[in-house]
């Protein structure tokens, strides 16, 4: 069936640095896409959002690039902090009221 | 203004044992979920309502039952809990089903012995 993947599983990234964390979806017919960050012990908390009309959404320390010709989505956090240690989800969401969600990578700041 | 609030936070059961799991928002939202989360994997739909007195399944449903009496809560049912059923549950809410994102609560912490 189809579904939403992340590249990684993991990602270390040293503080200050950028992170790209990558996802990659088959369902060609998606038009909106959500990107979550659940930290541990709580629930997944909301990051940016993005429709498939377009190609680029930034937020504060946050853009969300889509490429539908490779159906690729990719967050990326500036100046990472070490509060940005979490794990990443991408979802995408069907014509059925129902997120799909890939499987998170877990992103780990070094100070 | 709490959001999504999951109760309880922690629950340990032993098998054929059965509970039920409440969700409650203050959003006025239409639309509500739950999922589980198993270690490794993302989330996944059990069943999910359009509406108050509107339920449907989703992607996992076998073993669980809900019901939406009042728009604010949605409540998941196991009536006879299975080792299979060990997970993280969580509720989500949203305003509309496309376009706008869920919001979820800090989740359930369920054990089945």
């Known amino acids: 069936g189809e579904s939403v993947g992340l590249h990684l599983p993991t990602l270390s990234v040293q503080e200050g640095d950028n992170s790209i964390i990558n996802c990659a979806y088959s369902n060609s017919a998606s038009d909106y896409f959500i990107w979550y960050k659940q930290e541990s012990g709580k629930g997944p908390q909301f990051i940016i959002d993005i429709r498939s009309n377009m190609d680029k959404r930034q937020g504060q320390r946050v853009t969300v690039l889509l490429n539908k010709t490779v159906k690729h989505l990719s967050l990326q956090i500036a100046a990472t902090q070490p509060g940005d240690s979490a794990v990443y989800f991408c979802a995408e969401f069907s014509n059925d009221y129902k997120l799909s969600f890939g499987a998170g990578t877990t992103v780990t700041v070094r100070a | 203004n709490a959001g999504v609030t999951q109760t309880p936070k922690f629950r340990v059961l032993k098998t054929g044992q059965s509970m039920t799991l409440l969700c409650a928002q203050d959003m006025n939202h239409e639309y509500m979920y739950w999922y589980r989360q198993d270690p490794g994997m993302g989330l996944r739909l059990i069943h999910y309502?359009?509406?108050?007195?509107?339920?449907a399944k989703g992607e996992v449903p076998d073993g669980y039952n809900v019901s939406r009496l009042k728009k604010q809560n949605f409540l998941l049912g196991l009536e006879s809990a299975a080792p299979s059923q060990t997970s993280v549950y969580f509720c989500?809410?949203?305003?509309?089903?496309?376009?706008?994102?869920?919001?979820f609560g800090d989740g359930t912490r369920l054990s089945i012995l």
């Open positions: 989500a809410s949203s305003y509309v089903s496309d376009g706008q994102p869920q919001h």
């Open positions: 309502s359009v509406g108050e007195g509107t339920t």
